[in-house]
T-cell receptor
Framework: GAGVSQSPSNKVTEKGKDVELRCDPISGHTALYWYRQSLGQGLEFLIYFQGNSAPDKSGLPSDRFSAERTGGSVSTLTIQRTQQEDSAVYLC?????????????FGPGTRLLVL | GQQLNQSPQSMFIQEGEDVSMNCTSSSIFNTWLWYKQDPGEGPVLLIALYKAGELTSNGRLTAQFGITRKDSFLNISASIPSDVGIYFCAGVGGTSYGKLTFGQGTILTVHP
């Protein structure tokens, strides 16, 4: 079946603009995760969803970042008033359920460049 | 917060050589994972380790979960050109469920 898909693949925006990043998880996966990967760095956890709820938002870098998930499927990560330091690859992953034993399958990411 | 130190940062090897990389942590993890990332792609899981002392193989890859639960290593034997990529360790601790903490990555280059 289809893997995790993300859109857009690339996004170039001007400082101060808002951006929305979309993630389509694998069908039937109840857990969804967002990570950020800065150039030459490992992945930084941002937020996870179990169904439509996000019990742990402590990984979001600032209040300019928000995420939602509707219908237990698609998730949107929104960055308001983008800053140059927001430039990174934003990766989404999903797993069949929220458990450490469940493999997280990653999408290809959205490459965000803030000018 | 929890941090993983991964080394080496990069490796340049000849095809056929063996490779070893490792991760250490100042805190205990309950699960250790090793991922590979190709350019323009998301990470793909290679090996998962769930018990301290566990040694697991996947083809030419072997990984171990350290008995202190604060470290793990990954070995690649008889490297081939398609092994090129970035390798990440990741850990899950306490009640973090699926929240992964990643190492900084090891960039592997294999010369034919």
């Amino acid at each position: 079946g289809a893997g995790v898909s993300q859109s857009p693949s690339n996004k170039v925006t001007e400082k101060g603009k808002d951006v929305e990043l979309r993630c389509d998880p694998i069908s039937g996966h109840t857990a969804l995760y967002w990570y950020r990967q800065s150039l030459g760095q490992g992945l930084e956890f941002l937020i996870y969803f179990q169904g439509n709820s996000a019990p742990d938002k402590s990984g979001l870098p600032s209040d300019r970042f928000s995420a939602e998930r509707t219908g237990g499927s698609v998730s949107t990560l929104t960055i308001q008033r983008t800053q140059q330091e927001d430039s990174a690859v934003y990766l989404c992953a999903s797993s069949s359920r929220l458990a450490t034993s469940e493999t997280q399958y990653f999408g290809p990411g959205t490459r965000l460049l803030v000018l | 917060g929890q941090q993983l130190n991964q080394s080496p940062q990069s490796m340049f090897i000849q095809e056929g050589e063996d490779v070893s990389m490792n991760c250490t942590s100042s805190s205990i993890f309950n699960t250790w994972l090793w991922y590979k990332q190709d350019p323009g792609e998301g990470p793909v899981l290679l090996i998962a380790l769930y018990k301290a002392g566990e040694l697991t193989s996947n083809g030419r890859l072997t990984a171990q979960f350290g008995i202190t639960r604060k470290d793990s290593f990954l070995n690649i034997s008889a490297s081939i050109p398609s092994d090129v990529g970035i390798y990440f360790c990741a850990g899950v601790g306490g009640t973090s469920y699926g929240k992964l903490t990643f190492g900084q990555g090891t960039i592997l280059t294999v010369h034919p």
